[in-house]
């Protein structure tokens, strides 16, 4: 009796250390690489199938998996990206999480999608984020426009990305997780610094904000990918655009206008970080191939205008530096004197009880002036030596 309560007892457990099939599937696709959003879509693919016939999938059969899919075909009217998808996902599950040798996943073929896509004139793109009102959406959308990224390359840049002295930035883990680096315009730089400067988060450039908005320096975590879809929704809205506008459409948008500029397909393949020029080519229709320098192109179509003007927060630093706010004093340190703002709550110069100039850490242009260390940088509060 107690040795059949003990078997009992340990099938139990073994049966509660089994993987569920979800379990299994995920692990699956991270032992290949998939990509993040490859293995949600898969996953929710193969759910979607489950919940139709109110059935596990392990348990279902080649002629429900076959109907399902002409379901989606005949009665969904998927788009050819949206039913590629349904098409991998449920072909995975059924040849690697569990194995059928079924006839229907050999006919299977991810159809082919020839529709261009949406495109936004350098004007409209202004005008789109000139009505952006949150100023962290604005700098991010033009971020990813003026650099051509996908929607999570832009949401995971950090200031380390950025190199101001050889105006690149360097994008990890693209898709395919590849790296590249991009020519950073100058407008750009410019644009992040001003948006830095509100947060001073010590790694992420675009940080999640927090529900009391006021968590952007200290968070782990990037912001949310609804967060920006949502505004670029109800911004596309509120102008009514009749295009079919996304996130993703800016990336589209700047390619198209460098290549109109006169760029060549190889460096615009670089600039994308396409694997293939066949990718590249969709392109093509717009105008004429040319070569071209794409740097000075880029920062030539990568010029905001006024778009950004007051549109950061002012920082203490800023309100001080007007001159009814400004109480200058002077100090002399290695026979030079110096000019700064004693009522700067983040000065770079103070004065202790022994009369000692001494430095708070700083960071400007990727460069950290430690403590005790005298630079003639004139940087932050500092207004100049004398």
Not at 39 to 49: A, F, P, Q, S, T
Not at 205 to 227: D, H, V
Request: proline share 4%; net charge positive.
């Amino acid at each position: 009796m107690s040795q059949a309560s003990s078997d009992n007892h340990s099938s139990g457990n073994n049966s509660s250390d089994n993987p569920t099939l979800r379990e299994r599937m995920s692990q699956d696709l991270q032992l290949r690489g998939m990509a993040k959003r490859t293995h949600d879509g898969y996953l929710r693919e193969v759910r979607k199938l489950a919940c139709y016939y109110n059935s596990p999938p392990d348990q279902l059969t080649e002629q429900q998996v076959g109907e399902y899919l002409l379901y989606l075909i005949n009665d969904c009217n998927f788009a050819p990206g949206s039913l590629g998808v349904a098409y991998s996902g449920i072909k995975f599950f059924y040849t690697v999480t569990e194995p059928r040798d079924w006839s229907v996943l050999k006919k299977l073929r991810r159809p082919k999608q020839k529709t261009l896509p949406s495109v936004l004139t350098i004007d409209e793109v202004h005008h789109l984020i000139g009505a952006v009102k949150q100023h962290r959406n604005a700098a991010y959308l033009w971020t990813v426009y003026s650099l051509g990224l996908r929607l999570e390359e832009g949401l995971n840049l950090q200031a380390g990305d950025l190199d101001s002295q050889r105006m690149m930035v360097h994008i990890h883990r693209g898709k395919g997780a590849k790296d590249r680096y991009l020519p950073l315009p100058k407008s750009t730089l410019t644009i992040l610094r001003e948006y830095w400067a509100t947060h001073r988060h010590p790694t992420l450039l675009f940080p999640a904000i927090g529900r009391n908005k006021k968590a952007a320096s200290t968070t782990s975590r990037p912001m949310g990918a609804t967060t920006v879809q949502g505004c670029m929704k109800r911004v596309v809205e509120q102008l009514e655009f009749r295009k079919k506008i996304s996130i993703h459409t800016l990336r589209h948008s700047v390619a198209t206008h460098l290549f109109e500029a006169g760029v060549s397909l190889r460096w615009l393949q670089k600039f994308l970080g396409h694997s293939s020029l066949q990718t590249t080519l969709i392109y093509l229709h717009m105008t004429d191939d040319g070569e071209s320098d794409g740097r000075a192109k880029l920062d030539e179509i990568a010029q905001p205008g006024d778009l950004f003007q007051n549109k950061f927060p002012k920082t203490p630093k800023d309100k001080l530096n007007s001159a009814e706010n400004q109480t200058t004093r002077e100090v002399k340190f290695s026979h030079v004197r110096w000019r700064y703002n004693e009522s700067a709550p983040h000065s770079i110069i103070r004065v202790n009880a022994h009369g000692v100039v001494v430095f708070d850490s700083f960071c400007s242009d990727a460069m950290v002036v430690s403590r005790l260390a005298m630079r003639r940088y004139i940087i932050g509060n500092v207004t100049h030596a004398i």
